[in-house]
């Protein structure tokens, strides 16, 4: 059983015919060296010998002309839009601040019973991690490696 999904014909018609797309199908299982080739000649992009042009001097002005039109009849809304992006900004940098001056005027929340992370995991029997944490902390601040209480 074969179950083939229908392309929506709303967006663009199918420029292939459904009875040129039978015959290439069958010539495709038939011969699918000569149907690749077949299928390459058609898809061939007929731009590909086209070559690019560029405006003249009284086309490029009037293309410069109608730019600067369009920039200043568009040029309010994006005053506008700057503006509301400034206070966007100034608003999360206000934010930032206020968060930053919380974050620092909380003291430091204590460990439980003045216990380390490593003490916690021998308690909890995994001595292999408390090791592991250690030295952790001895590489990362060797001027306090060995003080533990």
């Known amino acids: 059983m074969t179950m083939t999904l229908e392309r929506p014909t709303t967006a663009y018609r199918d420029a292939i015919q459904p009875e040129s797309r039978a015959a290439v199908d069958e010539l495709f ?39 600067m039109v ?34 620092c005027r909380r003291p430091a929340a204590p460990s439980p019973d003045g216990q380390s ?10 001595d292999e991690r ?4 250690e030295a952790t902390i001895d590489r990362m601040f060797p001027q306090y490696a060995g003080t533990r209480a």
């Open 70 to 103: 369009g920039f200043s009849a568009a040029q309010p809304q994006l005053i506008a839009q700057v503006h509301r992006l400034e206070q966007l900004l100034a608003r999360a940098e206000r934010d930032a601040d206020r968060y930053y001056a919380e974050m």
């Open 29 to 67: 299982l038939t011969d699918p060296g000569h149907a690749l080739i077949a299928i390459d000649r058609a898809t061939h992009d007929p731009s590909e010998d086209v070559r690019e042009w560029e405006l003249d001097a009284e086309g490029r002005h009037v293309w410069e002309a109608g730019y």
């Open 117 to 126: 992370f490593a003490e916690l995991s021998r308690i909890r029997g995994d």
């Open 130 to 133: 408390a090791d592991r944490h």
